[in-house]
């Protein structure tokens, strides 16, 4: 299957600090990417869906301000927590989607987030 | 929007039993249903997807089945062996977003 990296792998910041967590498909054209918050024990929960060279659509209750996308390009998404707090702690996933007519979509490696 | 239920949320087998998981959706229009394995700390991992267009898909010892009909969808593991213990999530979709289950917790005892 398709490869998609995802850096950092785990991240301390200080709350009120900003992070930016980059996902990057490596041997495909990603159209979309995702990106989900996962919690222990949970489900993935979309938080908003990245198409390349326009605005996200996020999800309802994900603040846009608050969780940046840009998708830049065809292989690269970053999301960025801006004012991190501790409840904003927890596992980020990224996943990407080749063009259509494909539907797989590959996920990252995940972004443990601590806030402290 | 779409709805995914999953159950059972825990499922314990000894090894070399079969294991089931059975989807439902609420989206007559979703049409592509994958089955993701996703181990402690780790990615999700796509193991098999069924399309719309197909009852049934086998690749060694998992297997999917799609009831458009009745909007449900399983999962089944032959022969279970002790790395297959896991979370496993079903999801569906049009060509869209994914909605995820809220997973099974599979546990083979060897």
């Known amino acids: 299957g398709a490869v998609v990296s995802q850096h950092p792998s785990r991240v301390i910041c200080k709350s009120g600090t900003s992070v930016k967590i980059e996902c990057r498909s490596l041997?495909?054209?990603?159209?979309?990417m995702f990106w989900y918050r996962q919690f222990p024990k949970q489900s993935l929960m979309l938080m908003a869906t990245s198409n390349e060279g326009s605005k996200a659509t996020y999800e309802q209750g994900v603040e846009k301000d608050k969780f940046l996308i840009n998708h830049a390009s065809l292989t690269l998404s970053t999301l960025t927590v801006t004012s991190a707090h501790p409840e904003d702690s927890s596992f980020y996933i990224c996943?990407?989607?080749?063009?259509?007519?494909?539907?797989?979509?590959?996920f990252g490696p995940g972004t443990r987030l601590t806030v402290t | 929007g779409e709805n995914v239920e999953q159950h059972p949320s825990t499922l314990s087998v000894q090894e070399g039993d079969s294991a089931v998981i059975k989807c439902t959706y609420s989206d007559s229009a979703s049409n592509y249903f994958p089955w993701y394995k996703q181990e402690l700390g780790k990615r999700p991992q796509l193991i098999i997807d069924?399309?719309?267009?197909?009852g049934e898909k086998k690749d060694q010892r998992i297997a999917v089945t799609l009831n458009k009909t009745a909007k449900h969808f399983s999962l089944h593991i032959t022969e279970t062996q002790p790395e297959d213990s896991a979370v496993y999530f079903c999801a569906a979709s049009g060509y869209s977003t994914l909605t995820f289950g809220k997973g099974t917790m599979l546990l083979v005892s060897p």
């Open positions: 041997d495909f054209q990603a159209t979309t």
């Open positions: 996943s990407a989607r080749n063009r259509p007519p494909s539907y797989e979509q590959y």
């Open positions: 069924i399309r719309s267009n197909v």
